[in-house]
T-cell receptor
Framework: SQTIHQWPATLVQPVGSPLSLECTVE??????LYWYRQAAGRGLQLLFY??????ISSEVPQNLSASRPQDRQFILSSKKLLLSDSGFYLC????????????FGPGTRLLVL | QKEVEQNSGPLSVPEGAIASLNCTYS??????FFWYRQYSGKSPELIMF????GDKEDGRFTAQLNKASQYVSLLIRDSQPSDSATYLC????????????FGSGTQLTVLP
């Protein structure tokens, strides 16, 4: 069966510090991968998606970036965090035979102080 | 503009009642619709998806789709306190490369 992991689970970082969040998927190959952010009390905002290694599409211009160095690994990064980057970061994947159906990882809660 | 609208609630129903959650969307050409449940502090989990007009049932959950009126709903029969969560509606709009657009969610509380 397929599983998706995210770490860390929680993170507290000062403004201006760098960020690296990791997402990995097990039990599948060539999944589509997504990064979302959910601000407190708000809906999900799609940040990036990837259909393959090294292929990244950005939905919202901001100080975040994403990379996909391996087939089942998706990384979200920032060089300098802003207060507005606080939120719940969710990674999602879709199976290759059902590209419309997204499944979410457990998420990383980020607080920027 | 791609929009998915949900009543934020909170919606409260007594245990055993039917909870009805509604969602409207902006593009009549949309073909794929999803309901996710999100417990407080947790990530969303997929409950159901529906592609065709009419009803689709899965256990205590029924999704209803009316493309002409551009709404999709979720009914939860025999509501339980464990159903208390935020329910997110998501739509794939035409030309969006299968990207989901989410509503802001409806908070449901089932009172014992």
């Amino acid at each position: 069966s397929q599983t998706i992991h995210q770490w860390p689970a929680t993170l507290v970082q000062p403004v201006g510090s760098p960020l690296s969040l990791e997402c990995t998927v097990e039990g599948t190959s060539n999944p589509n991968l997504y990064w979302y952010r959910q601000a407190a009390g708000r809906g999900l905002q799609l940040l990036f998606y990837s259909v393959g290694i090294g292929q990244i599409s950005s939905e919202v211009p901001q100080n975040l970036s994403a990379s996909r160095p391996q087939d089942r690994q998706f990384i979200l990064s920032s060089k300098k965090l802003l207060l507005s980057d606080s939120g719940f970061y969710l990674c999602a994947w879709t199976p290759t035979d059902r590209l419309e159906t997204q499944y979410f990882g457990p998420g990383t809660r980020l607080l920027v102080l | 503009q791609k929009e998915v609208e949900q009543n934020s609630g909170p919606l409260s129903v007594p245990e055993g009642a039917i909870a009805s959650l509604n969602c409207t969307y902006s593009d009549r050409g949309s073909q794929s619709f999803f309901w996710y449940r999100q417990y407080s502090g947790k990530s969303p989990e997929l409950i159901m998806f529906i592609y065709s007009n009419g009803d689709k049932e899965d256990g205590r959950f029924t999704a209803q789709l009316n493309k002409a009126s551009q709404y999709v709903s979720l009914l939860i029969r025999d509501s339980q306190p464990s159903d208390s969560a935020t329910y997110l509606c998501a739509v794939i709009f035409p030309g969006s490369a299968r990207q989901l657009t989410f509503g802001s969610g409806t908070q449901l509380t089932v009172l014992p």
